[in-house]
């Protein structure tokens, strides 16, 4: 039996990324997803993180090689169609696992998604949101005034979170980067950084009257009354990287990024 990998093929619906699809299948074999022992992902990283949910909702996970033909690409190598079969063998993995919200809405619906990037709440409307904040079953923040909060994997600490003023955490840190956004009170507080294994607990004050939304990665929940976060250990994603533009590095160089 083959040790080489059975490729499918998954592409963002831009022209530029059909257009490159077009190019590879004339070029390479490829199966469909249900064969396949991984995927090649042609799009940006908001695409990425699409395809990488879809394998979550399907309970089939495939190392992912994606090529950036958006606009970012972090989480993207260098598109060309040439020596892919190469420069997949040459990959270096990368194991992600995501972040599990689960949300009770203040209608009592209980909703729960993976965030591969980050799990973050925020305000409904022009009133600031009111949040009591629980590390490990104790409160550690009574009453966090603030625009939003949000929490990160590593995988995602350069997105939002770094954005929101939040640490950058080495791929292997093991840690979770708990951050405010745009905190009124405490005023000095900038966020914790915690060991993955710990469960934070969002709970909304007065949601009626400050009402707040909670979104993982892509996916919105509104009117949330509490919210749960905890690294999902059930489930892992792999990425797959050219050895001269791995994860790692690109994440420890972002913290000298001007």
Known sequence: MSD???LCLIASPTAQAQEAAELLRDRYEWVPVEKATMAV???GDGFLLQTLHG???RRRTLPVFGMNLGTVGFLMN????????NRIARAKTFTVTPLRMDAVTVDGERISIPAINEVS???ETRQTAKLEVTVNDRIVMPELVCDGVLASTPAGSTAYNFSAQGPILPLDSALIALTPISPFRPRRWRGAILPERTRIMFRVLDP???PVSA???QAEVRDVATVHVAIDRSSTLTLLFDPEHALDDRITMEQFAT
């Open 215 to 217: 979104v993982a990665d």
């Open 55 to 57: 394998m979550l909702d």
């Open 41 to 43: 992902a042609l799009g």
């Open 78 to 85: 260098e598109w060309s169609a040439d020596l892919l079969e």
């Open 208 to 210: 009626i009257k400050r």
């Open 121 to 123: 709440l925020l305000r």
């Open 4 to 6: 080489e990998p059975r």
